[in-house]
């Protein structure tokens, strides 16, 4: 893992407000070629597909998307309840939304098969985005 990755890591877990302060690099890391996108480490089982597909074949489009609603709402009180707890708890609190984030995942797979693919949204939405932090970032610039 990258240097800065790690002690963003490491300053978010000690107080969230404080990994702020990193952005500026972090940024300059990524424009530089310096950081990339994080490694999934996920180790994809073999047939996750299929299993998948069996899920929705089983249980239905309407139960999936159901559920997917209620996982969704989950990682949101997960969240919710990060913030609230704040310091202190936050390992514990982490593990938890770590969970709630899985969860979402696999529902959000389901409903690419249900849906189709998001690859071209996913791409619009990250040029977006970069487009976004670069006049952020620019702004930033200017007052500092
Ligand atoms: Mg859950």
Not at 8 to 25: F, H, I, M, Q, W
Not at 26 to 41: A, M
Not at 71 to 82: H, P, V, Y
Not at 104 to 124: A, C, K, P, S
Request: net charge positive; glycine share 4%.
């Amino acid at each position: 893992m990258p240097d800065i990755l790690q002690r963003l890591r490491d300053a978010y877990e000690e107080n969230p407000a404080s990994a702020l302060k990193l952005l500026p690099e972090l940024f300059q890391k990524i424009d530089e070629g310096r950081v990339g996108k994080p490694p999934c480490k996920c180790k994809h089982a073999k047939g996750r597909k299929e299993i998948l597909l069996n899920a929705i074949s089983t249980y239905g489009q309407m139960m999936q998307e159901d559920v997917c609603i209620e996982e969704m709402s989950e990682l949101t009180k997960a969240i919710i309840k990060c913030r609230r707890i704040g310091a202190g708890r936050i390992k514990e609190n982490n593990e938890n939304v770590r969970e709630e984030i899985a969860d979402v995942q696999i529902m959000l797979d389901q409903m690419r098969i249900i849906y189709g693919d998001t690859t071209d949204w996913e791409n619009l939405k990250i040029k977006r985005l970069k487009s976004r932090l670069s006049t952020v970032r620019r702004k930033y610039n200017e007052n500092n």
